[in-house]
């Protein structure tokens, strides 16, 4: 199953990073990298754009500018918060394309980590299972 529409991808996906914001100890560090980077997805398109330093998401209006832009599929990106990829290596692939700088990106990498049973647990707290990659 995919999801539904460019709402359900910043919803879902975008929890994710609220999760991490609202621990005490992964939303200092996140905040701390003061980064914004955007999520240009595809299937459906959607876009999510995250300001580490102000802890907001959004769709980019009216938000700072992007110091990279992460282009992937929508399922791509909820199997990667679940785990399910190696980001160098989808990147090395071209399944994820990357503009800026990339390496304040694998900065985050660590950070993400963390929150991977954050998201599958809110997908199945929602009655999303079908999004679960097994």
Same mark, same amino acid.
């Not at 914004?36 to 459906?44: H, I, L, N, Q, S």
């Not at 009655?127 to 990659?133: A, Q």
């Given at each position: 199953?995919?999801?539904?529409?460019?709402? #359900?991808?910043?919803?879902?996906?975008?929890?994710?990073?609220?999760?991490?914001?609202?621990?005490?100890?992964?939303?200092?560090?996140?905040?701390?990298? /003061?980064?914004?980077?955007?999520?240009?997805?595809?299937?459906?398109?959607?876009?999510? @754009?995250?300001?580490?330093?102000?802890?907001?998401?959004? #769709?980019?209006?009216?938000? +700072? #500018?992007?110091? =990279?832009?992460?282009?992937?599929? +929508?399922?791509?990106?909820?199997?990667?918060?679940? /785990?399910? @990829?190696?980001?160098?290596?989808?990147? =090395?692939?071209?399944?994820?394309?990357?503009?800026?700088?990339?390496?304040?990106?694998?900065?985050?990498?660590?950070?993400?980590?963390?929150?991977?049973?954050?998201? @599958? #647990?809110?997908?199945?707290?929602?009655?999303?299972?079908?999004?679960?990659?097994?």
């Amino acid at each position: 199953m995919a999801f539904k529409d460019a709402d #359900e991808v910043r919803h879902y996906i975008g929890s994710v990073f609220q999760a991490g914001f609202d621990d005490p100890e992964i939303g200092p560090k996140m905040q701390a990298t /003061g980064i914004v980077v955007k999520f240009a997805f595809t299937d459906p398109d959607a876009d999510l @754009v995250v300001d580490m330093a102000k802890q907001e998401i959004g #769709e980019g209006a009216g938000m +700072a #500018e992007p110091i =990279a832009i992460m282009r992937m599929t +929508a399922e791509l990106g909820s199997a990667y918060w679940q /785990g399910k @990829v190696n980001l160098p290596i989808a990147m =090395a692939r071209g399944k994820i394309k990357v503009d800026g700088n990339v390496a304040s990106l694998l900065k985050l990498a660590p950070l993400g980590k963390k929150l991977f049973p954050k998201y @599958v #647990e809110t997908l199945q707290a929602e009655g999303r299972s079908d999004l679960v990659v097994a």
